[in-house]
């Protein structure tokens, strides 16, 4: 298997689980509270030399919130004295120009900013924290650093409407990226998914607008590009999700684990090596878990059969496990998937509580309805809880 | 067009190195990396601000000995300037 394996070619380096924001969709596992024991730096500094010498070039510090590390600037400059390409993947808590300036002395290539929405109400209320205008702040300090900037939002029923406001809002600071990242269903975003989850419609309405941007950009001579990551519940396309599992991303979760990808640790079945006591070498060509979905032949008939298994991968796995309940099926969101039905379910169920909400009242934002509504905000309390053993949920059941 | 006199710099976004994995010049930027065939490299290699287009060709046509390399570098440049690989920089 390993002569045709090639070296990961993206590292994220998932630094913290650790973080001031409690995004409704945040990427990191449900049960992040439990997994806190943080590698040390002289451990990361090992991890980046050993993936870079089998050929890794983008490097990406992530998290939680990365800039939570005081040894951020060391490892940005050991990335950079490597040759990596380097991205600090930020909510903007803690960025001050000083650190901003210390980064860019260490090596720090570009900057990606996550914005919640255009509105101080929307932005502050789906991170639960008050961060609008600091984010505004910092894109500013970015942009004075000279720094490349990526402006990524996270896409979802409340701010799609926002969409041509969140242009605007990209252009104004200065962003050369705008990613606008529809909500993919895992993790915290999965267990809100019932609110979180917009219509077909009000998906292509935004994607038009959004088309109308890139080709008023475009004429007008404007550098900064849009990328709109597909809805793929709603395309029914299945993503080419991470180019292939154990195929060029590898993901280092804080505590070590090895991970194809942001969300796989909640697979079960697969030991993820530690790179604790495992090298990436060896982590990354020769674990069963990397090697679980590599190339096709996991693949069921569905796939194995298909013509756009070389293009697509099958699909993303993690989804086939949340929506299909086996992590080898085909991506549920494909129109030949046996389970495409539960796909077609979830859409219903958002069209029907977009037409109930119509009937209902005038459309208005109220964060304590939503929150009434059943969101789960991100953070240590909830993240015991969600993740709470059997035993344990009903020791504390009254 | 790119004015013969001007001299072009990789755009800051942009990062050209030299990677032994891919055994090749590449063009690292956000997320992403072009691999640039030999004759693509070694004029990115040489807009370094500081020299003209004029002195690029000729450095060639010296380096490769080789004449009459002006239309070449001169269609490279355009394109790299139009997918912004490079800033055209200002003539003297």
């Known amino acids: ?398 | 067009m790119i004015d013969p006199q001007a001299r072009p710099a990789v755009a800051p976004m942009y990062r050209l190195q030299f990677e032994p994995a891919q055994d090749g010049w590449v063009l690292l930027y956000p997320e992403g990396m072009v691999k640039l065939n030999t004759p693509a490299a070694e004029i990115l290699r040489r807009c370094d601000g500081r020299r003209s287009v004029t002195e690029i060709v000729g450095d060639l046509e010296r380096a490769f000995e080789r004449d009459g390399l002006s239309a070449d570098v001169l269609a490279f440049l355009a394109q790299a300037r139009a997918r912004g690989w490079v800033h055209p920089g200002a003539a003297p």
């Open chain 1, 1 to 398: 298997m390993t002569a045709a394996v090639k070296p990961p070619f993206w590292l994220l380096a998932e630094l913290t689980y650790r973080g001031p924001l409690h995004c409704v969709f945040c990427s990191n596992p449900v049960d992040y509270a439990r997994h806190d024991a943080e590698l040390d730096t002289a451990t990361w500094k090992r991890i980046l030399a050993e993936a870079r010498a089998l050929g890794a070039v983008q490097l990406g510090f992530s998290g939680g919130e990365p800039l939570l590390r005081d040894d951020l600037e060391e490892l940005v400059a050991h990335a950079r004295s490597l040759g990596f390409y380097t991205n600090l993947i930020t909510s903007g808590v803690g960025l001050t120009a000083a650190r901003a300036r210390a980064l860019k002395d260490a090596g720090l290539d570009h900057v990606q900013l996550s914005f919640q929405d255009s509105t101080r109400e929307l932005n502050d209320f789906i991170s639960s924290t008050r961060t609008f205008d600091l984010k505004s702040r910092v894109a500013a300090i970015i942009k004075d650093a000279g720094y490349p900037m990526v402006l990524n939002c996270v896409m979802h029923r409340f701010n799609l409407p926002h969409v041509g406001r969140i242009v605007d809002m990209a252009e104004r600071m200065g962003a050369d990226f705008l990613e606008l990242a529809n909500t993919q269903y895992y993790g915290w975003a999965w267990q809100n998914r019932a609110a979180l989850m917009p219509t077909v419609d009000e998906l292509r309405d935004a994607e038009a607008i959004v088309a109308a941007h890139r080709e008023r950009l475009a004429s007008a001579g404007q550098a900064m590009k849009i990328l709109w990551v597909s809805p793929d519940y709603a395309d029914a396309r299945p993503k080419p999700c991470m180019a292939g599992w154990g195929a060029v991303f590898l993901v280092v979760a804080p505590d070590g684990l090895a991970l194809p990808c942001h969300s796989a640790r909640m697979l079960p079945g697969l030991a993820f090596p530690s790179l604790r006591d495992t090298s990436v070498r060896r982590a990354w060509f020769d674990s069963d878990a990397f090697n679980a979905y590599r190339g096709e032949a996991w693949m069921d008939d569905t796939c194995g059969s298909c013509d756009q298994r070389h293009a697509d991968h099958g699909g993303c796995r993690c989804q086939a496990f949340l929506l299909a309940g086996d992590a080898a099926a085909a991506d549920p969101v494909c129109r030949k998937s046996a389970h495409r039905g539960r796909v077609d379910a979830l859409l219903d169920a958002a069209a029907s509580a977009a037409l109930e909400r119509t009937r209902e009242a005038p459309l208005r934002f109220v964060p304590g309805a939503a929150a009434g509504g059943g969101l789960v905000f991100r953070g240590d309390a909830a993240s015991l809880a969600l993740s709470a053993p059997i035993d344990e949920l009903q020791a504390t059941t009254p």
